[in-house]
């Protein structure tokens, strides 16, 4: 278990508008590898919530549960989670460690750091692939691009957000807000032009993150629950 802390400092007054513009310009998918247990994570867990709110950006926040054994057990971590940020570790050279972000599946840094994260976002590879979803009265339904047949896909859930009083461990006596919380993911492993796909609860989200055999995010799209969590 290892933790990331950023020092707030000057880099923070570095003018941000243009990181803004950019990510409202083209979708970029952002993953959050975070964890209740970790006194350093609420300001990622906040920091998405900032940038989901923006225009184009698709967040999701992975609870990994190396943490649990550290006094409080995080209610949505799971091991899978935790996988998926070592798979990430592994690809992309770097360490497992909280909080993360991972954006459009290529870059890694630490979740806090503003200016880290906005840079990574300007520097995004453009989403290559077209994707939409929506809601039928079966399921749901996903167009994809020309493409699609080379690459896989996963329909990831998510709660808006989540509100816990934390009563141990780092965070104790804090109430914490999660954001884009994932809740359950399905693999996609056979994409096409048109694909019909399990129904999400009305009360979350659901997002299809296309990706390559490297883990790279080509295509993605988000779509809000029909009532809010």
């Known amino acids: 278990m290892r933790r990331r802390d950023f020092v707030t400092g000057s880099l923070l007054c570095l003018p941000m508008t243009?990181?803004?513009?950019?990510?409202?310009?083209?979708?970029?998918?952002?993953?959050?590898?975070?964890?209740?247990?970790?006194?350093?994570?609420?300001?990622?867990?906040?920091?998405?919530?900032e940038l989901t709110r923006q225009p184009g950006v698709i967040g999701l926040a992975w609870h990994v549960d190396y943490w649990n054994s550290l006094g409080w057990r995080d209610p949505y971590?799971?091991?899978?989670?935790t996988?998926?940020?070592?798979?990430?570790?592994?690809?992309?050279?770097?360490?497992?460690?909280?909080?993360?972000?991972?954006v459009n599946g290529a870059t890694m840094v630490v979740g806090s750091d503003k200016s880290a994260v906005y840079q990574a976002i300007s520097h995004a590879v453009p989403l290559s692939v077209p994707?939409?979803?929506?809601?039928?009265?079966?399921?749901?339904?996903a167009e994809i691009g020309p493409g699609a047949s080379s690459l896989s896909g996963l329909l990831v859930s998510y709660d808006p957000m989540?509100?816990?009083?934390?009563?141990?461990?780092?965070?104790?006596?804090r109430r914490l807000f999660d954001y884009r919380v994932?809740?359950?993911?399905?693999p996609v492993d056979r994409l096409s032009l048109q694909l019909k796909?399990?129904?999400?609860?009305?009360?979350?989200?659901?997002?299809?993150?296309?990706?390559?055999?490297?883990?790279?995010?080509?295509?993605a799209t988000d779509l809000p629950p029909v009532a809010a969590a």
Not at 30 to 49: K, M, N, R, V, Y
């Open 197 to 219: 796909l399990p129904l999400a609860s009305a009360t979350r989200g659901a997002i299809l993150l296309i990706k390559d055999t490297s883990m790279q995010i080509v295509g």
């Open 83 to 102: 996988d998926r940020q070592r798979a990430y570790a592994s690809r992309l050279g770097d360490e497992v460690y909280t909080p993360a972000m991972v």
């Open 18 to 49: 243009a990181a803004r513009a950019e990510a409202g310009s083209r979708p970029v998918v952002l993953e959050l590898f975070t964890s209740q247990g970790c006194s350093s994570c609420p300001p990622a867990d906040s920091l998405l919530g």
């Open 162 to 173: 989540q509100t816990t009083e934390v009563g141990a461990g780092e965070n104790r006596g």
């Open 182 to 186: 994932v809740r359950e993911v399905v």
């Open 131 to 141: 994707v939409t979803l929506r809601r039928t009265n079966a399921g749901m339904e």
């Open 77 to 81: 971590a799971r091991s899978e989670w």
